[in-house]
């Protein structure tokens, strides 16, 4: 019972990280989201207690978190240098950063406490997934339907750049829905479902009875209509890229290389009349489409503006502060062009952002080391890897708490798997 509860325990915190309340008009948006911070800090250390009490259980230690430990220490030298040999104001939020990469190397060891069966992972973390997006989606689609209940569900969630079906009426030209779901953003919620959606094609593939396969194939194409419904051209990009991969590794044979290509012809089908309606309903993805095909990808005009900050942020780095940055500060945002990559190297410099570069290689490394113990679950992982770290070069998503222990919540479980590959076979 003490046993199945440290499973429950963690089901229950995956379901409630992706559903997270966020009641911004409380205290405003940065009070708010440092307080929920603080609590999912606790919940998790709670954990750990859960995990420790009463048991001879040690904390276990993954090898890959301790660069996350590392860069939590390079935080503090970036502070302090930022205050003592730039002569730069550090701010208090300032200080607030530096618990972001030691929360970061909880989060990640939390799945790691745990032995990993088969059976277990599909209970305990790819159901409260499932779980988890079939809420948010619902919680999306009533805010849409009805502006009664947008208003009170805005009070828990922030609804941000969301249009609801009554007011597209008025909208004139091609008119664009963007849900920001549980995330109170449409591009880190686009980012979260990203993360889902080799999850979602991993149960399919588990699954051997036709009508259980056509249940998680429809939960593939709900994930979909999601992604396309927060409008971000980031998130659409990052489900393109996964799509074929997903698709072949699921209708590859078990014990075959061959695919069966009129199945794989069929997903290309319907993957092709989505996207057809995605550049024909939404106008961000029209005009994107087109801003590429005329000038190239610069021609779009918020790539084109983070790649000048982010060269422009570059010279300044190198010549200014090229080891360990200006520090975690949030004053200078608008020098981050928007981009993980830019933001890890203001803030941390050269050894910084190799550091950070070196964790999520080491993480690649490991999966497809093991890939033959653990053949699918792995391979599902590190796609969605692949795609999280390009997401890097948009947006500051690792920066977004709840994105990132979500994600760290899972890839603390398949590191644990691959650490008792023997055990586990998929």
Same mark, same amino acid.
């Given at each position: 019972?003490?046993?199945?509860?440290?499973?429950?325990?963690?089901?229950?915190?995956?379901?409630?990280?992706?559903?997270?309340?966020?009641?911004?008009?409380?205290?405003?948006?940065?009070?708010?989201?440092?307080?929920?911070?603080?609590?999912?800090?606790?919940?998790?250390?709670?954990?750990?207690?859960?995990?420790?009490?009463?048991?001879?259980?040690?904390?276990?230690?993954?090898?890959?978190?301790?660069?996350?430990?590392?860069?939590?220490?390079?935080?503090?030298?970036?502070?302090?240098?930022?205050?003592?040999?730039?002569?730069?104001?550090?701010?208090?939020?300032?200080?607030?950063?530096?618990?972001?990469?030691?929360?970061?190397?909880?989060?990640?060891?939390?799945?790691?406490?745990?032995?990993?069966?088969?059976?277990?992972?599909?209970?305990? #973390? $790819?159901?409260?997934?499932?779980?988890?997006?079939?809420?948010? %989606? !619902? *919680?999306?689609? /009533?805010?849409? &339907? =009805?502006?009664?209940?947008?208003?009170?569900?805005?009070?828990?969630?922030?609804?941000?750049?969301?249009?609801?079906?009554?007011?597209?009426?008025?909208?004139?030209?091609?008119?664009?829905?963007?849900?920001?779901?549980?995330?109170?953003?449409?591009?880190?919620?686009?980012?979260?479902?990203?993360?889902?959606?080799?999850?979602?094609?991993?149960?399919?593939?588990?699954?051997?009875?036709?009508?259980?396969?056509?249940?998680?194939?429809?939960?593939?194409?709900?994930?979909?209509? #999601? $992604?396309?419904?927060?409008?971000?051209?980031?998130?659409?990009? %990052? !489900? *393109?890229?996964? /799509?074929?991969? &997903? =698709?072949?590794?699921?209708?590859?044979?078990?014990?075959?290389?061959?695919?069966?290509?009129?199945?794989?012809?069929?997903?290309?089908?319907?993957?092709?009349?989505?996207?057809?309606?995605?550049?024909?309903?939404?106008?961000?993805?029209?005009?994107?489409?087109?801003?590429?095909?005329?000038?190239?990808?610069?021609?779009?005009?918020?790539?084109?503006?983070?790649?000048?900050?982010?060269?422009?942020?570059?010279?300044?780095?190198?010549?200014?502060?090229?080891?360990?940055?200006?520090?975690?500060?949030?004053?200078?945002?608008?020098?981050?062009?928007?981009?993980? *990559?830019?933001?890890?190297?203001?803030?941390?410099?050269?050894?910084?952002?190799?550091?950070?570069?070196?964790?999520?290689?080491?993480?690649?490394?490991?999966?497809?080391?093991?890939?033959?113990?653990?053949?699918?679950?792995?391979?599902?992982?590190?796609?969605?890897?692949?795609?999280?770290?390009?997401?890097?070069?948009?947006?500051?998503?690792?920066?977004?708490?709840?994105?990132?222990?979500?994600?760290?919540?899972?890839?603390?479980?398949?590191?644990?798997?691959?650490?008792?590959?023997?055990?586990?076979?998929?």
């Amino acid at each position: 019972m003490i046993k199945e509860s440290k499973y429950n325990y963690f089901s229950i915190l995956m379901v409630m990280t992706f559903l997270r309340p966020y009641p911004y008009d409380i205290g405003g948006e940065y009070i708010v989201k440092r307080v929920i911070d603080a609590i999912w800090g606790l919940l998790v250390i709670y954990f750990y207690f859960k995990v420790t009490f009463n048991t001879k259980t040690k904390i276990r230690i993954s090898k890959n978190s301790k660069i996350l430990l590392t860069i939590s220490i390079i935080t503090i030298i970036s502070l302090t240098l930022a205050n003592i040999s730039q002569n730069r104001i550090v701010l208090f939020s300032d200080f607030l950063e530096s618990y972001r990469y030691f929360y970061y190397f909880l989060v990640l060891n939390a799945g790691f406490q745990l032995n990993w069966t088969k059976d277990t992972l599909e209970r305990y #973390l $790819i159901s409260p997934i499932i779980v988890a997006v079939i809420i948010s %989606g !619902a *919680i999306s689609i /009533l805010a849409a &339907l =009805s502006p009664l209940l947008a208003k009170y569900i805005s009070k828990i969630y922030l609804l941000k750049s969301t249009y609801g079906l009554p007011e597209l009426q008025s909208i004139s030209g091609p008119f664009r829905i963007r849900i920001s779901g549980t995330f109170g953003n449409p591009n880190h919620y686009g980012v979260a479902l990203n993360i889902v959606l080799p999850f979602l094609f991993y149960r399919a593939k588990l699954k051997t009875e036709n009508l259980e396969k056509a249940i998680y194939y429809l939960l593939i194409l709900f994930n979909l209509i #999601l $992604i396309i419904s927060t409008g971000s051209r980031t998130a659409m990009v %990052g !489900a *393109i890229i996964q /799509l074929p991969f &997903l =698709s072949m590794i699921n209708y590859k044979g078990s014990r075959s290389l061959s695919i069966s290509y009129s199945k794989l012809i069929l997903v290309i089908l319907v993957f092709s009349v989505l996207f057809k309606f995605t550049y024909d309903i939404f106008s961000r993805v029209n005009v994107t489409v087109n801003q590429i095909m005329d000038i190239g990808l610069l021609g779009v005009d918020s790539l084109r503006i983070k790649f000048e900050w982010s060269m422009h942020l570059l010279e300044k780095v190198l010549s200014e502060a090229p080891f360990f940055g200006f520090g975690p500060s949030e004053q200078y945002g608008s020098l981050f062009g928007d981009n993980q *990559i830019s933001a890890t190297l203001y803030r941390f410099g050269l050894v910084g952002i190799l550091l950070y570069l070196l964790f999520w290689f080491n993480l690649l490394y490991i999966l497809l080391k093991n890939s033959y113990f653990i053949q699918y679950i792995n391979i599902y992982t590190f796609i969605m890897i692949c795609v999280f770290m390009l997401f890097g070069l948009t947006g500051k998503f690792f920066d977004a708490t709840q994105i990132t222990t979500f994600l760290f919540l899972i890839v603390g479980v398949i590191l644990q798997i691959n650490s008792q590959k023997k055990e586990f076979q998929s």
